[in-house]
């Protein structure tokens, strides 16, 4: 299996610019998760997915951020528009949870997003 | 919520010693412990786990042990090497509750220096 795949793995924006972070779970993964990482704030959960239904999007910094899983192969994180304090690593990450025990979350490698 | 606190934030050892970082959380429903070590430019993996029916687990030279009663769980690494350098993550959730978030401690920088 190819793992987590996200893209782009960099990006370099201008402040107001509309950013869109994409990620491909595992196949067979029913959960999905968005992370942020930063040094301050260390490894944040942003929103996760069930079977491509939001569960909990409390993580959402603001309305400016958004995100979408239009299939179980496919999801997307938005920033429109985006904000210096928006640099960080954002990581997807993916998991099976139809067997117990089985919750391991499986981390992409992340896409560093820089907003100048 | 849940709140993970972990310590330290940076360890330095000589190659071949031991290294024990420690998490504390505040939840008493969380029974699921998962750690991961996360290197440079890549994204977290998990190394080990443990969950709250275990006091300990062991997978050759990690170890993961558990305290419900004073809800802290702490990873050890025996004769460390320069290859177990990087930044490691506990995290607590409750289990098997599908989808439950994980939540994260703010990481240990190990350095093993040869």
């Known amino acids: 299996d190819a793992g987590v795949i996200q893209s782009p793995r960099h990006e370099v924006t201008e402040m107001g610019q509309e950013v869109t972070l994409r990620c491909k779970p595992i196949s067979g993964h029913d959960y999905l998760f968005w992370y942020r990482q930063t040094m301050m704030r260390g490894l944040e959960l942003l929103i996760y997915?069930?079977?491509?239904?939001?569960?909990?999007d409390s993580g959402m910094p603001e309305d400016r951020f958004s995100a979408k899983m239009p299939n179980a192969s496919f999801s997307t994180l938005k920033i429109q528009p985006s904000e210096p304090r928006d640099s960080a690593v954002y990581f997807c990450?993916?998991?099976?949870?139809?067997?117990?025990?089985?919750?391991?979350?499986?981390f992409g490698p992340g896409t560093r997003l820089l907003v100048l | 919520g849940e709140n993970v606190e972990q310590h330290p934030s940076t360890l330095s050892v000589q190659e071949g010693d031991s290294a024990v970082i420690k998490c504390t959380y505040s939840d008493s429903a969380s029974n699921y412990f998962p750690w991961y070590k996360q290197e440079l430019g890549k994204g977290p993996q998990l190394i080990i786990d443990?969950?709250?029916?275990?006091g300990e687990k062991k997978d050759q030279r990690i170890a993961v042990t558990l305290n419900k009663t004073a809800k802290h769980f702490s990873l050890h690494i025996t004769e460390t090497q320069p290859e177990d350098s990087a930044v490691y993550f506990c995290?607590?959730?409750?289990?098997?509750?599908?989808?439950?978030?994980?939540?994260f401690g703010k990481g240990t920088t190990l350095s093993v220096s040869s």
């Open positions: 995290a607590a959730s409750i289990s098997p509750q599908a989808g439950t978030a994980l939540i």
């Open positions: 990450a993916s998991s099976n949870i139809r067997e117990l025990y089985q919750e391991t979350q499986y």
């Open positions: 443990i969950r709250s029916n275990v």
């Open positions: 997915f069930n079977n491509n239904v939001p569960i909990d």
